[in-house]
């Protein structure tokens, strides 16, 4: 069988393709491992601060981050204590050993201190709803889409 031999030429756009792919994809891989390390936590301050005025026309979303910085300090206590009762229920969980008692009690206080960020949230949306107009209004809760 006679060896395949190809041109000076053909290897080399051969081999100009293959780095071009491996830069490509070594490009979009990098991209997408800054974007997903720079995200906020879904538990974050300024996560539902992106939920939220990224809905809204830009009045609306001035006004809304206003009334949101006037109650960051509660809301960022609120958010340190849910970290904080999801950490106590971890740890319960794996305790040894397990005591059910323990675990009903950490999840309930991590519970009450969902309850409460939610509260603080409900605040926010309700200070900030009669200074919205109609339209952001109507957009204020709406599933954002993807």
Same mark, same amino acid.
């Given at each position: 069988?006679?060896?395949?031999?190809?041109?000076?030429?053909?290897?080399?756009?051969? +081999?100009? &393709?293959?780095?071009?792919?491996?830069?490509f +994809?070594?490009? #979009? /891989? &990098?991209? &997408?491992?800054?974007?997903?390390?720079?995200?906020?936590? #879904?538990?974050?301050?300024?996560?539902?601060?992106?939920?939220?005025?990224?809905r809204?026309?830009e009045?609306?979303?001035?006004?809304?981050?206003? /009334?949101l910085?006037?109650q960051?300090?509660?809301?960022?206590a609120? /958010?340190?204590?849910?970290?904080?009762?999801?950490?106590?229920?971890?740890?319960?969980?794996?305790? %040894?050993?397990?005591?059910?008692?323990?675990?009903?009690?950490?999840?309930?206080?991590?519970?009450?201190?969902?309850?409460?960020?939610?509260?603080?949230?409900?605040?926010?949306?309700?200070?900030?709803?009669?200074? +919205?107009?109609s339209? &952001?209004?109507?957009?204020?809760?709406?599933?954002? %889409?993807?």
């Open positions: 069988m006679k060896p395949l031999s190809l041109s000076s030429r053909a290897t080399a756009l051969i +081999l100009l &393709g293959s780095l071009a792919t491996n830069v +994809l070594l490009a #979009w /891989i &990098g991209a &997408g491992a800054y974007k997903h390390k720079h995200r906020p936590s #879904w538990l974050s301050i300024e996560a539902f601060e992106e939920r939220f005025t990224s809204l026309p009045q609306d979303a001035m006004a809304f981050r206003r /009334i910085d006037a960051r300090p509660e809301l960022a609120r /958010i340190e204590a849910v970290r904080a009762s999801r950490d106590e229920v971890r740890k319960t969980l794996q305790a %040894e050993p397990f005591q059910r008692e323990q675990l009903e009690a950490a999840l309930e206080r991590s519970e009450r201190a969902m309850d409460a960020l939610q509260a603080s949230l409900r605040s926010v949306i309700l200070t900030s709803a009669p200074e +919205l107009s339209e &952001g209004r109507r957009r204020l809760l709406e599933k954002p %889409e993807h």
